[in-house]
């Protein structure tokens, strides 16, 4: 694996800088304890220094519902909006700073919590920045959707994958369990040294409410945004 290869006298790696997730921090899902595992070998071993980066989470994590909104459609929530909250960062920002890990030694041997640069932003305050920045302030439509519907799905789902035993059922299960947990726990961190970059959240909107972004099967709800007529707005 990577941590081998780092290790490898072939590669001379010193340093290793490992992008892990900042829900590592209260894991209940299959991937976090896999990150976990990995960080845990990572920091019992004694070849390579190490920093470990946890970001709260990247802007196209909280972007995929443009096209929902540019087509008419409402934007959705869970609960009443105001359940969770983040500050995000973005992919260039945190691209330095891991890359800045290399070199600043007051990073090293280090579990790294990190977020952006915003306050926080309850995902009804990103779903009214997004109205804003594609040119609807005032037009916003919103659907709050029951945080017990994912109990629903995930339970069916689990029953299903239980009986007939069943791969494919058991995955989408857990990828219902993953739903539920960026809707209930908060991806955010408050103290100023764990906040790195300059782009905010609205930034990033306004650039992809003109641009459009590529499709990403994780995240985006359709397929890549067209933007905006400016002489519309």
């Not at 780092?6 to 290793?16: E, P």
């Not at 945190?94 to 600043?104: H, Q, R």
């Not at 239980?162 to 494919?168: G, P, W």
Request: with cysteine.
């Amino acid at each position: 694996n990577c941590l081998r290869a780092g290790q490898s006298k072939d590669v001379g790696a010193k340093h290793f800088v490992l992008l892990s997730a900042f829900c590592c921090k209260n894991p209940w899902l299959q991937f976090q304890q896999a990150k976990l595992k990995f960080e845990a070998e990572l920091q019992a071993q004694s070849d390579l220094s190490y920093s470990i980066v946890r970001p709260t989470a990247f802007f196209k994590s909280v972007s995929g519902q443009l096209e929902v909104i540019q087509s008419g459609a409402p934007f959705v929530m869970f609960g009443d909006g105001e359940v969770t909250r983040c500050n995000p960062i973005s992919e260039a920002d945190l691209a330095t700073y891991l890359i800045d890990c290399i070199v600043d030694e007051s990073r090293h041997g280090k579990v790294l919590n990190l977020g952006g640069p915003d306050e926080p932003l309850t995902m009804k305050k990103q779903g009214e920045m997004l109205f804003d920045s594609v040119g609807m302030k005032g037009e916003e439509k919103f659907f709050y959707a029951p945080l017990w519907l994912f109990d629903v799905i995930i339970n069916s789902l689990q029953w299903a994958a239980d009986t007939f035993n069943s791969e494919a059922l058991e995955n989408a299960a857990e990828t219902g369990r993953i739903g539920k947990y960026y809707a209930v726990e908060d991806m955010l961190t408050t103290d100023p040294s764990e906040k790195f970059g300059t782009m905010t959240l609205k930034e990033h909107y306004d650039k992809i409410a003109v641009e459009g972004q590529e499709y990403d099967p994780y995240t985006s709800m359709f397929a890549k945004g067209q933007g905006i007529d400016k002489q519309k707005m």
